[in-house]
């Protein structure tokens, strides 16, 4: 795991190893590596000298060694400006989202945002060809995507496009599920074919300012993940999907329409409590409540 940690008195703090001017690594008193970031906290210093609190700006527990390794490998490059600035997107994300974000994303994200500045320092920037998608099937972090834009722009004087928040919302998206993000990106296109099939089959514009809608696209992320990692529900509910299927059956109707596109789609058939739970949010999305 990695998170933010205090420093909390003790022994004190020895260099483990030098990352870079801004950056040491050491560990604490119960032998858990800490990433430790000030500004000049490492000049003229070396492995076994002691650290200088007073210098100390940020410290990072990190108990899994493959995302300490990456972290590490990270941050022997990029400017101290760069890991405040994702730091602070992140801790905005989290606060507002009030969701648990995988520890990874203070990799990706970093190394996202790196290459991205540098990329339009070079006037190479890049279209998201999801943004529209992106917008209307994850709000939340879009605006999350927004602010980072906004923090950059504060706080390093560059202004990236529109196109970044869109690609930040994804790795925050990405985060939310522990996913890959060709995953995320199949998942996303999954969302948006289904909400097609729904607006199709009833031939009406959904609510998106809607908490049902909110759920129903909420649902299917977690869908898009159960069938990209080809893990199921258990049928537990097999009365109540025969009350459902008899009393909703244009809902289910569309359900089945849902499930013949991932058959020919994805080669996989959907179980009694997934086709349940479809049915229900279709249910729901289509009576703009």
Excluded at 194 to 199: E, F
Aim: negative net charge; charged residues 30%.
């Amino acid at each position: 795991m990695l998170e933010k940690a205090e420093c909390t008195g003790g022994d004190q703090l020895i260099i483990s190893k030098v990352i870079n001017n801004n950056v040491v690594s050491a560990y604490d008193d119960e032998q858990h590596e800490l990433v430790i970031m000030g500004r000049g906290i490492a000049f003229q210093k070396k492995s076994g000298d002691p650290i200088d609190e007073e210098r100390i700006e940020k410290v990072f527990s990190i108990q899994n060694k493959d995302i300490s390794e990456k972290f590490k490998t990270l941050l022997y490059d990029i400017p101290i400006e760069y890991m405040q600035v994702c730091e602070a997107i992140i801790d905005h994300a989290r606060t507002t989202l009030n969701k648990n974000l995988n520890d990874s994303i203070y990799v990706t994200l970093t190394d996202h945002i790196t290459f991205a500045i540098e990329r339009h320092q070079k006037g190479m920037d890049i279209k998201n060809a999801l943004l529209w998608e992106i917008k209307r099937l994850y709000k939340e972090e879009f605006m999350c995507g927004v602010e980072a834009i906004r923090i950059i722009q504060d706080k390093l004087n560059i202004h990236l496009p529109e196109d970044e928040a869109g690609f930040i919302a994804m790795h925050i998206v990405n985060a939310e599920l522990n996913e890959e993000m060709p995953n995320v990106i199949q998942i996303t296109k999954l969302i948006q074919d289904i909400l097609n099939i729904v607006k199709y089959h009833f031939q009406i514009d959904l609510d998106e300012e809607s908490l049902n809608y909110f759920r129903f696209v909420t649902h299917l992320k977690f869908f898009g993940q159960r069938l990209f990692n080809e893990t199921q529900m258990e049928n537990q509910n097999e009365f109540l999907y025969e009350v459902v299927k008899e009393k909703n059956t244009a809902a289910f109707q569309c359900a089945e329409k849902i499930n013949d596109y991932v058959q020919k789609e994805y080669n996989r058939s959907l179980i009694e409590d997934e086709m349940l739970y479809l049915t229900l949010h279709i249910d729901r999305v289509i009576k703009r409540k």
